[in-house]
């Protein structure tokens, strides 16, 4: 097959371990099929735009011989504020456009947008009609209305051209691939979609590139982590993150020197949580840069316990975050600040972590105190996700799955 994919933020050949479409692709051209990306500039690990793509409206990238990627012009001020980086998914949309229609040649066999943002819909929606072959629109992210309730879009307007890029991305798609059943039960209840034109190929896990190994102990001595129990936040420093209350449970342990929490990432709001914890003077909170996802697995194998928290509203009781399968990967228990799906996966399907109240503090702390205590049911725990993570959320497993919808497209 002749595959087009459009993301925005697909990685770069460099730091590609572990990100769901690069390695979905990888799988995918070792079965002898051949994919192009219509990708942005922006990239995710050093919060600017790709070193190679300065100065530059479009580009192109080699990543094998079955995966080319063409990368659009994207803002520079994409993590300034919401409104640059709207900006900067139009002028992706823009620039992707021309991508399309003068780089992406041939003809394909199938279109897959994959949103976050929503523009790619509209996108594949076009690109769709220009190869004349099939639409498949995935949903990351049950937008616009995770925007709105976190509070990162409130313009009427905006919001009423985010609806219709849904509608329009949901209309024009052959099939939908969506990756929680909780976004399935949204789409066929309240989006009106027919259940028939949905798949659910879920977010998964690299095992070949986060593994259990042993703790890293020039890591622990790099970080001040010796002779800590430390929970490791791993993601976004966003508003839909939420990290206030990883501060406020920090300021909870701050007389109790054997906690540390650490966070990884990066965000719009990390330079406000590095100062309300400097102004606080937390020194048990730590805020660090971003890693490759090789370099990730190192930081979960020293760590004592995944911290994984969204803020407290309905829209995130439908999602699977990465960082869970990650988790589960290298055998870490893990403290849920997720309520819905989430939660179930975790407590109940896996067995393998614990529930604390998104935004509850003091219930993040409880559970922090609780593993510290309890180590047999840690590693029991930690041993239970590797094994649930391995039978059911292997990502290799999942692309030839994913592959063989495609096929009958």
């Not at 823009?94 to 041939?106: C, E, N, P, R, V």
């Amino acid at each position: 097959m002749n595959i087009l994919l459009i993301h925005q933020y697909y990685k770069s050949k460099a730091n590609s371990e572990g990100a769901r479409w690069n390695g979905m692709n990888k799988v995918w051209a070792e079965q002898g099929h051949k994919i192009t990306v219509i990708a942005g500039m922006y990239d995710e690990n050093t919060g600017r735009k790709f070193t190679n793509c300065k100065g530059k409206l479009i580009t192109i990238e080699q990543h094998n011989d079955s995966i080319k990627v063409i990368r659009a012009h994207t803002s520079e001020k994409y993590n300034k504020n919401f409104f640059w980086r709207s900006w900067a998914y139009f002028t992706t949309f823009f620039f992707g456009l021309i991508g399309i229609a003068f780089y992406a040649k041939g003809k394909y066999d199938v279109v897959i947008a994959t949103s976050p943002p929503l523009t790619v819909g509209p996108l594949g929606a076009i690109a769709s009609i220009i190869k004349k072959c099939p639409l498949v629109f995935e949903v990351r992210d049950l937008l616009p209305e995770s925007a709105i309730d976190t509070g990162v879009v409130k313009n009427k307007l905006l919001i009423k051209i985010m609806f219709w890029m849904e509608k329009i991305s949901y209309k024009k798609a052959a099939y939908i691939n969506v990756l929680t059943p909780a976004f399935l039960e949204i789409l066929t209840t309240n989006k009106n979609v027919p259940k028939e034109k949905i798949w659910m190929i879920p977010n998964a896990a690299d095992l070949d590139v986060i593994q259990p190994r042993g703790v890293d102990k020039a890591l622990r001595e790099k970080h001040d982590w010796n002779n800590k129990f430390v929970g490791l936040y791993c993601g976004a420093h966003g508003r839909a993150n939420h990290l206030w209350q990883l501060i406020e449970a920090a300021k909870l342990l701050r007389n109790e020197p054997d906690f540390l929490i650490a966070c990884i990432g990066n965000g719009m709001e990390k330079d406000a949580l590095i100062q309300k914890a400097t102004e606080e003077k937390l020194s048990n909170i730590q805020f660090l840069p971003p890693v490759t996802k090789r370099q990730i697995s190192d930081y979960f194998n020293s760590c004592d316990v995944s911290l994984i928290v969204l803020k407290k509203v309905d829209t995130f009781k439908t999602v699977y975050p990465n960082k869970m399968f990650d988790s589960m990967s290298a055998k870490k228990p893990i403290i849920l600040a997720i309520d819905g799906v989430a939660r179930k996966l975790v407590v109940d399907d896996a067995q393998c972590g614990l529930f604390a109240e998104p935004e509850n503090a003091q219930d993040i702390v409880d559970k922090f105190r609780f593993y510290k205590d309890n180590p047999y049911i840690a590693r029991k725990h930690g041993e239970n996700g590797y094994k649930y993570v391995c039978e059911y959320y292997d990502r290799r497993k999942l692309a030839l799955k994913y592959l063989r919808l495609i096929q009958k497209t």
